[in-house]
């Protein structure tokens, strides 16, 4: 789906994949078309998700993107996602999540 060494080398970061949510298709038949991609630093608990394309195999320009936290994510539809993650003082537990 995802070259991640040469993302990191684009980017200069040591990204490690963390999992994929993905839209499921709105046919059964039909392939999967957008997913959110979770990256760590390094394999870091927190993560950046940035949804990809996975038929044009690049990340959606506008999408949905989400700054490094311990986090987490899934689809309410195609242009909807629910989200857990850090939304300031009061939002985490102690250990972050």
């Not at 979770?38 to 990809?52: N, W």
């Not at 044009?56 to 242009?79: C, P, S, Y």
Request: hydrophobic share 40%; glycine share 12%; net charge negative.
């Amino acid at each position: 789906m995802l070259d991640l060494d040469a993302l990191a080398k684009r980017e200069n970061k040591t990204w490690v994949g963390k999992g994929a949510e993905c839209l499921p298709p709105a046919k059964e038949d039909d392939p999967y078309r957008h997913c959110t991609l979770a990256l760590s630093r390094g394999g870091a608990d927190a993560t950046v998700l940035r949804e990809f394309d996975v038929a044009a195999k690049r990340f959606v320009l506008g999408g949905f993107v989400l700054t490094e936290a311990k986090q987490g994510i899934d689809w309410k539809d195609a242009d909807t996602v629910w989200v857990g993650t850090d939304f300031g003082p009061g939002s985490m537990t102690t250990s972050g999540y």
